[in-house]
């Protein structure tokens, strides 16, 4: 049996609810500051995205507040206007929808980026499920714009069921999705190996946290569907989409970090930037996570991993504006045998770059 209606399991969840809001949405404002401070060269469309979901997130809390402060001031004393559902909270929907969507579609992209260079059943997996939910989300914000009290809910419930389902269902598919192509990008590399063992745990905290968000909505919502306790909840979903989402830009610092001494390792933030560009015969993968889009070679990779070659450490090459291979210095404590042979002259032919050097054991994708 339902527990009964009350102020406190209605507005006050409400009331709870935004609370807790306002002081994730704190921590919004901290991750953005470090986002910006930390990544200034980063993508032009992964800073829109940020800055976009910010100013997101300031009208969908504003619109809360502006909710729960008529149900509590204006409302105070008046227990008929307590079953209203006024604009500002048809809004808010409406917000929390598109807001939503927006971090799924970029999780969705990267799935997609990644799921390019191994199988691509994960990506139409992915496409299909988002675009699932885009739908859900749009008729939820339609139902909720007309309906005029809180009673009419009953009336919309599967539209809530599966909205709260879809999220849940969505956030799941994204992080299995996620962690199975960074799995299938291990190498033979143990340092390499560990942090994309960091970065699936991420991936896992970041997915588990909203859909258990969504899921304890849903639950809520079946468990008592005659109070406002799922509200509540569903206050906090925005945002923890955004800071899960901030968090993921954010860690490329600290695994950059890991990823600065020399030793036989992958640079892991090219496992973590997907957008490849290719030149002539030379492809460099970077990306919306990567702030380094023209680098081919950083000195915090040991191996330079391209679709067409893969070069050791020891004979890493970096390529100059004027088309060049040119040796890069490195600790000279290596004992690395090939450091003492000389360096081979390079030359040029139309259609690529050339190296006698790098011709042995190398093999084009053609």
Known sequence: MAPPVTLGNTIGAAFLGTVAAAILFGVTNIQVYLYFQNYPQDWR??????????????????????????????????PEALGLVIWSFKLQIAVNVIIVVLVQTLYAVRVWKLGRHYQRIWPVIVAIVVASGYAIGIILAVKTYNISTFVELEGMAWVVYASFTSSTVIDVVIATAMCFYLIRSRSGFAGTNNKII?????????GFLTSACSLAALIAYAAMPNNL??????????????????????????????????????????IMNIRT???????????????????????????????????PYQNAMHLTPL???????????????DTKRPVEPTRKF?????????DRGVHSAV
């Open 229 to 270: 306790v799922f509200l509540g909840i569903e206050f906090l979903l925005t945002k923890l989409y955004i800071n899960s989402f901030l968090a993921m830009l954010n860690a490329r610092q600290s695994v950059r970090d890991r990823d600065t001494s020399p030793g036989n390792s992958l640079s892991i933030t090219k």
């Open 45 to 78: 469309v992964q800073k829109i995205s940020v800055f976009t979901l910010w100013i997101l997130d300031i009208i969908h809390l504003s619109l809360t507040v502006a909710a729960v402060y008529h149900y509590l001031i204006d409302s105070f004393g008046i």
């Open 323 to 337: 088309g060049e291979y040119a040796r890069r210095d490195y600790d000279s404590s290596s004992n690395l045998e």
């Open 198 to 206: 960091i970065i699936v745990r991420m991936t896992l905290i970041s």
């Open 350 to 358: 139309d259609g690529g770059i050339h190296s006698p050097r790098l």
């Open 277 to 311: 560009t290719t030149t002539s015969h030379v492809a460099t993968s970077s990306g919306p996570f990567d702030a380094d889009d023209n680098k081919v070679w950083s000195p915090s990779c040991s191996v330079l991993v391209t679709p067409i070659l893969i070069i």
